[in-house]
């Protein structure tokens, strides 16, 4: 069974930082891509960060165009764990965040994962 854990969503000012961490279970960091993906209310999905798995590619890595040179996705497998620093937070950053895990190591081009944690909410302050 894949269970997908994020954390360390909140409340934050317009120009602060924080760090989601998602823990994996029933993929890997080494063989599946894992990436980031968010929703504001009204809006679509956005996949934001995706890192694809070390094993094969060394790690690819992928950003959306609005969080390239803010965000920075990063893994630590021996735990097995993916996070997303956000830095220069903005309002428009504000939304629910979900880790998501494919079957396959490639990051898809849409954020058309296979599996997806509960999400946590950011929310940015102006």
């Known amino acids: 069974e894949v269970q997908l854990v994020e954390s360390g969503g909140g409340l934050v000012r317009r120009g602060g930082s924080l760090r989601l961490s998602c823990a994996a279970s029933?993929?890997?960091?080494?063989?599946?891509?894992i990436g980031w993906v968010r929703q504001a209310p009204g809006k679509e999905r956005e996949g934001v960060a995706c890192?694809?798995?070390?094993?094969?590619?060394?790690?690819?890595?992928f950003y959306s165009d609005s969080v390239k040179g803010r965000f920075t996705i990063s893994t630590d497998s021996a735990k097995n764990m993916v996070y997303l620093q956000m830095n220069q937070l903005q309002p428009e950053d504000a939304a629910v965040y979900y880790c998501?895990?494919?079957?396959?190591?490639?990051?898809?081009?849409?954020?058309?994962?296979?599996?997806w944690g509960q999400g946590t909410q950011v929310t940015v302050s102006s």
């Open positions: 998501a895990a494919d079957a396959n190591w490639d990051c898809p081009r849409d954020p058309e994962y296979d599996y």
């Open positions: 890192i694809s798995g070390f094993e094969i590619t060394d790690g690819q890595i």
């Open positions: 029933g993929v890997t960091v080494a063989d599946n891509a």
